[in-house]
């Protein structure tokens, strides 16, 4: 089976049992891999009926067809439970080398069902595969369990996913960490693996992916390695990683600032952002499996209360969530408080999302000095910030509270407190602001597994960056306008799935062209011939399988919503225009990096035409009138009901936020429009307006 191994690794941790099955081509051309076979896999198995910290909920790790091939960005794996964050669908991406050595080992995914009565971890070494005890390793963090597996299992190069304290203390937004720093981090699935006490996954193989043409497929490599050398995300993401756009985008508010509260705040951006990393604590940069962006950052603080040496640096989601959402604009702090979440095992997004929630609702009087135990809650404090984070995690004192995320933390406080719990279906919102892109706003509402902005390619479309015609994405889309919003975000989710299922990194992604590089990929990998309408075909249908199983574990149209906070103007500031944003232009330059050989000199004359051209793009759909402050914030209101609306007859959703029977059957998803009206009732269903 070309682009597959063809097996998948089932593991009962009530009983030990650990078994092979075949994968089948049937299974494969319906669903293709990733987020799609695994959500396929959750619904087989009933998962929308487990408690999701319940040893009946399944818990997949699933690769697809591109993972652990030399195509750059086929380095990741999705990991799929029922979310014991949203109750829903738990779906997280990771990159590392994971992904590539469990198909190196032998296997396309991992089911695992049950609960182990002691702590085990999972060792897959080259087709064979045992579980072993982890009791030694309870309580560890994740760096010193990634350690101690490969000594135990001999192998120094072996792949290691684990736990830390926060998923063994089923704290709610627990996340898996793999090579010390690439995280699974949304959704909990984290916790789910505490829970069944399995404390880390190890897989070591020599089985390289055998591909149909590989010839075919390697001169598809080499176009896209010379179109990311003059690709503007690319440039910038090898240059300063993921947060060398942030003092531009802040300026258009998407940098979220005191708990969604401020507009803008340059001071800290200017301290925090990629371009001062690389400027500052950055010695070498590092890259996901096959991958030439090298998109990760390494850095050294030489000396100081923080002091580190070649640490993974914080990417721009954990430097907004513990930086600029909590006014914190020490670098140096920020890469600490990263380092601790990562060790504690923790999503720096829900983390620093939480802590943000509870400081308002301390400062603002809802809870008070008896809530907190004494702990006097304020902004712009680090060591704080990071005694909050071990709380939660160990669950102690107002960590308990802490560790159930902003949804839960918003119920019981209560008191007006829902109005700033920045989350969409129990999961908090990521570190872009759905005030400076309301298609993006309209995505966070919808996407079955709560607030998310990177399984759908809506953000590089609302941003004038790229297109992806044959999906029915074409734009410029005015970012803050709703018109033809529904349409874009439906599309950009169906291609999103494709992306999640292939499964390659959405980062990586952007510049390609799906008929110039992915499809063609995807077939001389696996000799299965698709055409581009089979991959929109899967693509819509892993959207409703998805929102399918988010709908049988209670959640629907009541929840698709976002919370006031982020649907009306900010409370302090505003936007500041294009005018500053072109000034942001000047800093442009490749960093200079000891012992590390730079990007080539001819980049300084592509980075700053490339820079030009990014601004030129924001600002042409942002700000293509001179408005006024008060102007600026009121086109700053997504229209999330307009939008819903379009939405839900784009997707032909009912009124309970349902898709209907008859679209569930031409997506050839019969056993689930089953599932959600029962036998005989799919006329019945039809008839819901």
């Not at 695994?38 to 909920?57: C, Q, S, V, W």
């Not at 200017?270 to 390494?298: H, Q």
């Not at 304020?378 to 071990?390: A, K, T, V, Y």
């Not at 914030?633 to 784009?650: A, C, H, N, Q, S």
Request: glycine share 10%.
């Amino acid at each position: 089976m070309f682009g597959y191994c063809g097996k998948l690794l089932y593991v009962d941790l009530t009983s030990g049992e650990v078994e092979t099955k075949p994968l089948e081509e049937e299974t494969i051309r319906k669903y293709m891999g990733g987020c799609t076979l695994a959500t396929r896999i959750l619904f087989d198995n009933k998962a929308y009926e487990a408690d999701p910290l319940g040893p009946d909920n399944t818990f997949v790790v699933m690769t697809g067809p591109l993972t652990g091939t030399l195509l750059p960005g086929a380095s990741r794996f999705e990991i799929a439970a029922r979310s014991p964050l949203s109750t829903g669908i738990g779906m997280s991406s990771c990159g590392g080398f994971f992904g590539a050595e469990l198909k190196f080992a032998g296997f396309d995914g991992i089911v695992i069902k049950g609960e182990s009565p002691e702590p085990v971890y999972l060792w897959i070494n080259n087709g064979e595969a045992e579980l072993r005890p982890a009791g030694g390793m309870w309580g560890k963090h994740t760096s010193e369990t990634i350690k101690t597996v490969c000594e135990e299992t001999g192998e120094k190069r072996a792949r290691v996913m684990c736990v830390g304290p926060a998923g063994e203390n089923g704290v709610l937004y627990a996340n898996i960490l793999t090579s010390g720093h690439n995280a699974a981090g949304r959704t909990g699935l984290g916790a789910v693996m505490g829970a069944k006490k399995l404390k880390a996954i190890a897989a070591r193989g020599k089985k390289k992916v055998e591909l149909f043409d590989k010839a075919a497929f390697m001169e598809i490599r080499e176009k896209v390695l010379s179109l990311y050398k003059e690709d503007i995300t690319t440039i910038a993401y090898n240059s300063y990683g993921t947060g060398g756009a942030m003092g531009l985008t802040s300026l258009v508010s998407d940098v979220p600032t005191r708990n969604w509260r401020k507009a803008i705040w340059p001071e800290g951006v200017e301290k925090l952002n990629g371009i001062t990393m690389a400027d500052t604590i950055l010695v070498e940069k590092a890259a996901c499996f096959a991958c030439p962006i090298a998109c990760k950052r390494v850095v050294t603080i030489p000396d100081g209360p923080y002091k580190m040496e070649k640490v993974p640096g914080p990417e721009y989601e954990s430097e907004a969530a513990m930086g600029t959402l909590q006014m914190i604009d020490d670098l140096e702090a920020v890469t600490a408080a990263n380092i601790l979440c990562n060790e504690l095992g923790m999503d720096s997004i829900s983390a620093g999302s939480s802590v943000a929630f509870l400081t308002e609702c301390y400062q603002s009087g809802l809870i008070g000095d008896n809530e907190t135990g004494g702990i006097k809650l304020e902004w712009g404090n680090p060591e704080l910030l990071m005694q909050l984070f071990r709380l939660a995690s160990a669950r102690e004192g107002i960590g308990e509270l802490l560790s159930t995320g902003t949804k839960r933390m918003s119920e019981k406080i209560g008191k007006g407190s829902e109005k700033f719990a920045v989350h969409c279906k129990g999961t908090e919102a990521p570190m872009h602001d759905p005030r400076a892109f309301h298609g993006l706003a309209l995505a966070y509402t919808t996407t079955p597994r709560g607030a998310c902005h990177i399984s759908h390619l809506t953000m590089p479309v609302e941003m004038g960056l790229f297109d992806y015609p044959e999906f029915g994405i074409k734009g410029p889309y005015d970012p803050l306008s709703k018109k033809g919003k529904a349409d874009l975000v439906a599309a950009a989710e169906d291609l999103g799935m494709i992306v999640g299922s292939a499964v390659m990194c959405m980062f990586a992604m952007w510049p390609l062209s799906v008929k110039k590089h992915i499809l063609p990929a995807l077939n001389t990998a696996t000799g299965m011939n698709w055409s581009l309408a089979d991959l929109r075909e899967m693509g819509a249908r892993g959207w409703y399988l998805q929102r399918s199983f988010a709908n049988l574990c209670g959640l629907g149209a009541k929840d698709d919503t976002l919370p006031e906070r982020v649907t009306t103007p900010h409370i302090e500031g505003t936007p500041t225009g294009l005018d500053n944003i072109v000034a942001q232009v000047t800093r442009m330059k490749p960093p200079s990096i000891p012992g590390v050989k730079n990007i080539a000199i001819s980049a300084i004359e592509r980075i700053l035409p490339v820079q030009k051209q990014f601004v030129m793009n924001l600002g042409r759909v942002m700000f293509t009138k001179k408005l006024t402050s008060d102007g600026l914030r009121k086109k700053g209101t997504p229209d999330i009901e307009y939008m819903l609306r379009e939405y839900y007859t784009v997707r032909e959703l009912d009124r309970e936020g349902l898709p209907r029977a008859k679209k569930l059957n031409e997506m050839k998803l019969e056993d689930i429009a089953e599932a959600l009206y029962g036998k005989g009732t799919a006329s019945a269903a039809e008839t819901t307006v």
